[in-house]
């Protein structure tokens, strides 16, 4: 099965960067998508990883630790427009994700 | 291309009623997936389909669902009867693994289920 924990709710500061941690312990493993989901609209694909390391696209960058079962989610520059919830969701083959319930971000002025 | 398109948008519907929720995904994937999303539990899959074929079901809920995919065009989401506990927002989304090292997700717009 999937266990997936990231943290219900964040705030930050426009301009700022945050981390958005999360921890999951799941079996089949490939890789961890990170999706955006604004408020009332479906959610819209982030990233992928496979590989140790961070990847970076943007602003925005995502890092994978296989071993530790541990991805985040960085976020650079914020902006009002990053105001979503940010699902964290591992593989478990065959490239299906499982989602959390994922992290409310709030960024204020 | 128009994106994954789902109908109806919003529904309201007694308890007891059949529902019947549509989607059309992206031509030329070949994976579709129906998910539901409620504050308490997430968003949780409840079945996939490959090639129209169902690959895993074990997130259906219970007997009272069912999904069909007759054709690559075309897949519907039935729950009969349906109880107020469903109310939720069902999304469906399609991807494609012939596009290498990728496999995004693309989500329809959802529809919005309420059952009084």
């Known amino acids: 099965g999937q266990n997936i924990d990231q943290p219900t709710e964040m705030t930050a500061t426009e301009g700022a960067i945050v981390q958005i941690n999360c921890t999951y312990q799941?079996?089949?493993?490939?890789?961890l998508f990170w999706y955006q989901q604004h408020a009332g609209e479906a959610p819209t694909f982030l990233s992928y990883?496979?590989?140790?390391g961070l990847e970076e696209k943007g602003r925005f960058s995502s890092f994978l630790s296989r071993s530790k079962g541990y991805s985040y989610l960085l976020l650079k520059e914020l902006q009002m427009k990053d105001s979503a919830s940010y699902l964290c969701a591992p593989t478990r083959g065959s490239y299906i994700p499982t989602f959390g319930r994922g992290t409310s971000l709030i960024v204020h002025p | 291309d128009a994106g994954v398109i789902q109908s109806p948008r919003h529904e309201v519907t007694e308890m007891g009623q059949e529902v019947t929720l549509r989607c059309k995904p992206i031509s030329g994937h070949d994976y579709l997936f129906w998910y539901r999303q409620t504050m308490m539990r997430g968003l949780e899959l409840l079945i996939y389909?490959?090639?129209?074929?169902?690959?895993?079901d074990s997130g259906m809920p219970e007997d009272r669902f069912s999904a069909k995919m007759p054709n690559a065009s075309f897949s519907t989401l039935k729950i009969q009867p349906s109880e107020p506990r469903d109310s939720a927002v069902y999304f469906c989304a399609s991807s494609s693994d012939r596009l290498a090292g990728s496999y995004e997700q693309y989500f329809g717009p959802g529809t919005r289920l309420t059952v009084t």
């Open positions: 799941t079996s089949g493993f490939n890789g």
């Open positions: 990883n496979v590989l140790d």
């Open positions: 389909f490959n090639n129209n074929v169902p690959i895993d």
